[in-house]
C-alpha cells in the first residue's frame, strides 16, 4: 500500500522451525500446523486485531491478565471468557515460544501492558506471501478430514480444536485492516470459519494512535543531538499531524475526538529511497544493505551543502549547519564520467536517504501548518527500526523551527485499532459493558 504504512520489501531471514514434537494437524505439515495451532489457541483465548500489509502481516493481541500466572483468568479481565485450565496452559505454552509456522515471529521486546483494556498486548508479525498458501492448506485439510470422517471441523476455529477449548453459540470474531483483509478475505474466513470484520485502513490507524498516545504517551519519543529522548503526550497538544511514511506517504490530521482528515500526501516514500538506491549503489542490493551503506556513507561527498556555498559566516547569518544539504547530488553535476564512476556507494546511499527524508519531511510539516497542527508525528513501515531515518527527520524539522516526534508501536497502529474493536465487543458480549472511555474522547 502506497500511502498506509506499508515498508518496502526486505529481504528476511527464515524463522527457525517450530519445537520437535508439536502436534500438528494431518496434511498441513509441522510449520503450517504449528502455525494453525497458534491461531486456533489464540482465537477463543484473545481479543485480537490483525492488519495484513503488502509486505508483512501483524496482530496485536490481548493477553488475559492471570494467564501467565498459572491462573486462568483474572475475574476482573473484561476481554475474554473465563478459560479452563487446559486452555490457560496451551495458551501459555504458545506464548513461551518466540516463532511459529515459516515466517511467524514473536516481538517481546515490543509488550505493553494495558490497564485499560485488562491484559497486556503482546505483538507477532509474518510475510505477507504466507497468507494464501497458509490458509488453502489449513481449509483444504478442513475439507479433507470432513470427508475421511476423522472428525467434524470446529465451527469456532476450522482446525481440531486444542483441549480445553469453551464451545460459544457463536463463531469467534477477527478484526482486519490492510489491503490484505480485503485481498484474502475469502480464503482467511474460509480456513477458521470465523466472523469476519475488515476495517478502513485510515480508521484503524487513527483508532490504533488515539489509543497509544492516550494510555500509553510513554511510549513518545524524538532526538535531540543524535539521542533518543522521552517526549510524552498530552490531550492539549491536538490535533496533530500524522505522516505516514510507507511506500509512498499520506499526511492525516487527527482532531482530539478522533475525527481525522487527510491534508495530502506524496509518491516520495520508503520505496523511492529503495529504488533508487538499488539505481545508484546496486540493482541486486536489499533494503537492509542500503540502509547499512547510508549509514556508512558522508553525504556531503556527493551534495552540495550550504557550507560549500555560503562557508562558515555565511551559514551561521542562515542559522543553518555547514554540512545541510543545499543540492542533493550537486557535485556529479561538476564531474566527468570517470568521477562520477568511482563515487564511494556509503555516499550515494547517504544522500539518497536525506534527499528522501528532507523531502517528506518538508511536505509534512507544510501540509501541518495547513492543518493548523503544531505538533507531527512520523509513522509507519519505513521508520521500523530506522533510527537514522528518524534522526534525520528531526535534523531537517529543526532547521525549520519545527520538532519531528515518534511512537515506539506506530507500526503497529492499524492492528492494535482492530484489538480495540475486538476488544470492546468481547467486552459487550461477556459483561455487556460499554468500553471505558479514554482521555480525549471515547473510543468507538
Not at 497468507?131 to 479433507?144: G, H, I, L, N, W
Not at 529511497?273 to 551503506?293: E, H, I, N, P, Q
Not at 465487543?425 to 468507538?444: C, I, N, Y
Request: charged residues 20%; hydrophobic residues 40%.
Amino acid at each position: 500500500m502506497s500511502c498506509c504504512g506499508e515498508a518496502p520489501p526486505r529481504r528476511a531471514a527464515a524463522a527457525p522451525p517450530p519445537a520437535a514434537g508439536a502436534e500438528a494437524p494431518d496434511g498441513l505439515g509441522q510449520a503450517d500446523g504449528d502455525a494453525a495451532q497458534y491461531i486456533s489457541t489464540l482465537l477463543p483465548t484473545c481479543a485480537l486485531g490483525v492488519d495484513i500489509g503488502g509486505t508483512a502481516g501483524k496482530c496485536a493481541f490481548l493477553l488475559p491478565a492471570g494467564v501467565e500466572e498459572g491462573e486462568g483468568e483474572a475475574p476482573d479481565a473484561p476481554a475474554s471468557p473465563k478459560l479452563s485450565a487446559s486452555l490457560a496452559g496451551d495458551l501459555r505454552a504458545f506464548l513461551a515460544r518466540d516463532t511459529f509456522g515459516e515466517t511467524g515471529k514473536r516481538l517481546r521486546d515490543l509488550d505493553l501492558a494495558s490497564p485499560l483494556m485488562g491484559g497486556r498486548i503482546c505483538f507477532i508479525k509474518w510475510d505477507t506471501r504466507r497468507v494464501q498458501p497458509f490458509c488453502e492448506k489449513v481449509r483444504d485439510e478442513r475439507a479433507r478430514a470432513a470427508r475421511a470422517g476423522a472428525g467434524t471441523p470446529d465451527a469456532s476455529h476450522g482446525v481440531s480444536p486444542p483441549a480445553g477449548v469453551l464451545q460459544r453459540p457463536q463463531r469467534y470474531d477477527m478484526y482486519a485492516t490492510g489491503g490484505g483483509a480485503f485481498k484474502f478475505e475469502d480464503v482467511v474466513a474460509g480456513a477458521f470459519d470465523i466472523q469476519y470484520h475488515k476495517l478502513g485502513e485510515f480508521d484503524s490507524l487513527v483508532l490504533g494512535l488515539r489509543y497509544l498516545l492516550s494510555a500509553h504517551p510513554e511510549t513518545v519519543y524524538t532526538f535531540q543531538d543524535r539521542v533518543k529522548k522521552p517526549a510524552g503526550f498530552d490531550a492539549s497538544q491536538y490535533p496533530i499531524a500524522v505522516c505516514n511514511i510507507g511506500s509512498g506517504t499520506s499526511v492525516l490530521k487527527i482532531e482530539a475526538d478522533g475525527s481525522f482528515q487527510r491534508l495530502g500526501g506524496t509518491s516520495i516514500g520508503g520505496s523511492t529511497f529503495y529504488g533508487l538506491c538499488k539505481l545508484v549503489v546496486g540493482a541486486d542490493s536489499t533494503f537492509d544493505d542500503c540502509m547499512r551503506l547510508a549509514r556508512e556513507g558522508d553525504a556531503a561527498e556527493v551534495d552540495i551543502t550550504v557550507g560549500d556555498i555560503y562557508g562558515e559566516a555565511g551559514a551561521a547569518v542562515l542559522n543553518l549547519p555547514l554540512l545541510a544539504p543545499a543540492s542533493s547530488f550537486g557535485k556529479l553535476a561538476s564531474m566527468d564520467a570517470a568521477e562520477v564512476a568511482a563515487l564511494p556507494r556509503p555516499a550515494l546511499a547517504a544522500s539518497t536517504l536525506a534527499m528522501t527524508t528532507q523531502g517528506i519531511q518538508q511536505i509534512a510539516m507544510g501540509l501541518a501548518k495547513k492543518g493548523q497542527c503544531s505538533t507531527v508525528f512520523f509513522t509507519g513501515g519505513f521508520l521500523r527500526g530506522n533510527d537514522l531515518s528518524q534522526r534525520k527527520l528531526c535534523e531537517f524539522a529543526r532547521m525549520v523551527g519545527e520538532e519531528a516526534y515518534f511512537m515506539e508501536h506506530s507500526e503497529y497502529a492499524g492492528a492494535l485499532g482492530c484489538l480495540w474493536k475486538s476488544h470492546a465487543k468481547r467486552s459487550q458480549a461477556t459483561r455487556k459493558a460499554a468500553p471505558r472511555p479514554f482521555e480525549g474522547g471515547a473510543l468507538a
